[in-house]
């Protein structure tokens, strides 16, 4: 069975401050990671994946997640927010394995940038 | 190139009626997911197909729900007598990959949200 627990609901950081989402996982299989970012009226966007090729995963707008086995975490950091940032993040679990491939989703977390 | 879409964007029925959602996936992608999403939560599997054949719908809900892809194109979510607790948003997801492994990624459209009175 798998899992993913996002371990804040809401967040708030200031502009120009470091972001830190959390996220935990469980997997009975080797796992693929996401994190997608929604925001308001618009679709679920990638963010980046882990693929196990390396455990730290560099994504889109300086965006990045280390992959931590013996931790089952896949937290999402960024150095410094922008106002752009403020969305929904989910944390997404898949197995790497074949078959359906679905989506395990965290209940998401809301980032607020503060100017 | 373009992206998912889906329509409508919004849906407002009353309970009892019958809706038709409909997901247009990106041009090639063999995989077609649906997601359920309500409010304040994360999106939860519905259904999925590989071309036209629906390989698993464990995450619908209720009999009322129904799902075709009968040329492996496009796609409808079939929502029968619509209640309240259907209320929610609408994702559906496609990918160029019909297995997991090294990253599979499911490219989302905007959604359709559902609302029943």
């Known amino acids: 069975a798998q899992s993913v627990t996002q371990l804040d609901s809401h967040v708030s950081v200031s502009e120009g401050t470091p972001v830190l989402l959390r996220c935990n996982y469980s997997?009975?299989?080797?796992?693929?990671l996401f994190w997608y970012v929604q925001h308001p009226n618009k679709g679920l966007q990638l963010l980046l994946k882990y693929t196990s090729a390396a455990t730290l995963v560099k994504g889109i707008n300086g965006f990045e997640a280390e992959f931590k086995k013996s931790e089952t975490s896949f937290h999402l950091t960024k150095p410094s927010a922008h106002m752009s940032d403020a969305a929904e993040y989910f944390c997404?679990?898949?197995?790497?394995?074949?078959?359906?491939?679905?989506?395990?989703f965290g209940t998401g977390t809301r980032l607020k940038v503060l100017a | 190139g373009a992206g998912v879409s889906q329509s409508p964007r919004y849906k407002v029925a009353k309970r009892g009626q019958d809706v038709a959602l409909r997901c247009d996936p990106i041009s090639g992608h063999v995989s077609l997911f649906w997601y359920q999403q309500a409010l304040g939560q994360g999106p939860e599997f519905l259904t999925y197909?590989?071309?036209?054949?629906?390989?698993?719908k464990s995450g619908l809900p209720s009999d009322r729900f129904f799902a075709e892809r009968p040329e492996g194109s496009v796609s409808t979510l079939k929502i029968q007598r619509t209640q309240q607790e259907d209320s929610a948003v609408y994702l559906c997801?496609?990918?160029?990959?019909?297995?997991?492994?090294?990253?599979?990624?499911?490219?989302f459209g905007p959604g359709t949200r559902l609302l029943v009175l």
């Open positions: 997997s009975s299989y080797s796992p693929s």
């Open positions: 997801a496609s990918s160029p990959w019909t297995s997991g492994g090294e990253g599979a990624t499911q490219y």
């Open positions: 997404v679990v898949t197995p790497m394995t074949s078959g359906t491939y679905k989506y395990i």
């Open positions: 197909f590989q071309n036209e054949a629906q390989l698993d």
